[in-house]
């Protein structure tokens, strides 16, 4: 597709919090401030609660594996009511290091050097925290790239990125595509569906990349480092790399803080699984948080469906007494309007689903 995120307003511009840290404040500037949000549970002993994230061991998994394994059965419960897990034994530690350097590099560089790859008027690609009229802004400066196909990367982003970081980013997207297929393997082993019907959906497929900074705030409670979204994907592989917690998720109703495990990557169900999957598997919705003291950065890769492909209920998942649950409708589609509005938990996706009497159970012929 030529295009896999619209337009934004035409006003539009970049603001970087990194520099407005730079700054002597007394208080966070107005833009930045959301009363909106709603706090993280507090314990009765005053202390945050944790909530309990399953720990998949990807040592543990195989290709041949069966749907009665504990570890994979432990993999489809994750899916099923948490929509993410901590994923430990990944094969890719041995380069976290170099990726840890070379992103904190980036984020050190000179302003009018992360300038050059600032988010142009009417795009969404590029560095910086977009600025939209009457919009509050988040307490983070982004990084955000389509990087598959790679006939869609953008010629001024990421071949111009510094050639350390380039090679770095690009052995690490390399090793993500490959964990990416592994999982979705496995998830399709968890769904009882046939292998290559997701292997067909997925590989090759619509992926991009967001580095993120958070920078310390010195009124951490109200701001918010990421808006609460679910993301518009199949799943998302999100890596915390410097050891930073801040990733909250939102659980039967209340924000609850995720202790990330060094080196672990947390994967977790987008709205595109929970629709292939027909409502079985939950996109989990999430945020960012900030503190007072430390920065916090994060890279994560997100996984689609090929562009031209059409999302919805997996047809072998669908029966009478299980009919479909969502409308079906061209990833590219999805995607444009995905981006077009503004982020606000899982309001998207709520969009997509049928109407009970316009729900059907789809034949196989």
Same mark, same amino acid.
């Given at each position: ?15 970087? #919090?990194? *520099? ?6 007394? =208080?966070?500037? *107005? ?55 901590? %994923?430990? $034994? ?44 009457? *919009? ?30 380039? $090679?770095?980013?690009?052995?690490? !997207?390399?090793?993500?595509?490959? %964990? ?16 290559? *019907? ?55 109703? #209340?924000?609850?803080?995720?202790? !990330?495990?060094?080196?672990?990557? #947390?994967? $977790? ?5 929970? !629709?292939?999957? $027909? ?10 948080? #900030? ?28 029966? =009478? ?45």
């Amino acid at each position: 597709m030529e295009s896999q995120v619209p337009p934004l307003h035409t006003g539009s511009s970049m603001v970087s #919090v990194q *520099e407005l840290i730079k700054e002597t404040m007394g =208080a966070v500037p *107005e833009r930045y401030v959301r009363h909106d949000q709603e706090p993280q549970i507090i314990s009765d002993n005053g202390r945050t609660e944790t909530p309990i994230v399953p720990v998949i061991d990807l040592g543990k998994l195989s290709s041949d594996q069966t749907v009665c394994d504990p570890e994979l059965e432990k993999l489809h419960e994750a899916c099923k009511d948490l929509g993410l897990f901590q %994923l430990v $034994n990944h094969g890719i530690g041995p380069l976290l290091e170099d990726l840890r350097h070379e992103i904190e590099e980036f984020f050190k560089l000179p302003l009018s050097e992360k300038m050059k790859f600032e988010v142009r008027t009417g795009e969404v690609e590029g560095y910086g925290n977009i600025k939209r009229p009457e *919009e509050k802004l988040d307490w983070g400066d982004r990084f955000f790239m389509i990087v598959n196909p790679v006939v869609k990367r953008r010629p001024h982003l990421f071949p111009e990125l510094p050639q350390p970081l380039r $090679n770095t980013l690009d052995s690490y !997207i390399k090793e993500t595509q490959k %964990l990416a297929m592994q999982l979705l393997r496995l998830i399709s082993k968890c769904l009882g569906i046939e292998i290559n *019907e997701m292997k067909e959906l997925f590989d090759d497929g619509f992926q991009a990349m967001r580095l993120t900074y958070y920078p310390p705030c010195p009124q951490p409670e109200v701001v918010v480092g990421m808006t609460p979204h679910s993301d518009a994907t199949g799943i998302t592989i999100l890596h915390q790399i410097n050891s930073v917690d801040g990733f909250q998720i939102k659980k039967d109703g #209340v924000w609850t803080p995720v202790h !990330i495990l060094p080196n672990a990557f #947390v994967v $977790n169900v987008g709205d595109v699984m929970e !629709i292939l999957s $027909n409502g079985l598997y939950k996109s989990m919705e999430h945020r960012a948080a #900030v503190n007072t003291t430390r920065e916090r950065i994060s890279i994560a890769m997100f996984f689609n469906p090929k562009p031209d492909s059409e999302i919805g209920p997996i047809q072998s998942l669908t029966t =009478a007494e299980s009919p479909a649950l969502f409308r079906r409708i061209k990833l590219e589609k999805y995607v444009k309007g995905y981006f077009a509005q503004n982020l606000d938990g899982k309001s998207y996706l709520e969009r997509m689903k049928l109407q009970p009497e316009k729900a059907v159970a789809f034949q196989v012929e």
